[in-house]
């Protein structure tokens, strides 16, 4: 083998490991919520315990959110009238707070069990 197509080969394997599963979708558990008019809803998720998390987010307002967690170490900005996915490791059972940075008073949680 060329010393080009070892280091292709290299890179191509290096590549493949820094990328997830491809069964992340497959067995996780997608949750949907709406922001309209600066609120969460519903304003409390609920998802299994030891099991990956997709929360798809669709903002409803005229303005951008910024979906944050501190406990499921995430931040999105969702721009206005758009929507976007958040991916969250599998949790072990709990209440997880988020927010929306760009506007505090937004709030809700994550019901882990």
């Keep these: 083998m060329s010393h ?6 290299l890179v191509f394997v290096a590549l493949a490991a820094a990328m ?8 996780s ?6 922001v309209q008019n600066r609120q969460f ?11 990956p998390i ?3 987010v669709k903002n409803n307002d005229a303005a951008a959110v910024e979906f944050e967690s501190v406990s499921l170490r995430v931040e999105k900005i969702i721009p206005a ?3 976007g996915s958040v991916r969250v490791r599998a949790l072990s059972p709990g209440r ?3 927010f929306d940075d760009f506007h505090q008073s937004t709030r809700g949680a994550l019901i882990v069990q």
């Design 29 to 34: 558990t997608t949750l949907q919520i709406t």
């Design 81 to 83: 009238k758009s929507q």
């Design 20 to 27: 997830p599963p491809s069964g992340f979708a497959q067995d």
């Design 96 to 98: 997880y707070e988020f």
């Design 41 to 51: 809803s519903p304003a409390q998720l609920q998802a299994p315990a030891g099991k």
């Design 54 to 56: 997709v929360i798809i």
């Design 4 to 9: 080009v197509r070892r280091i292709a080969l």
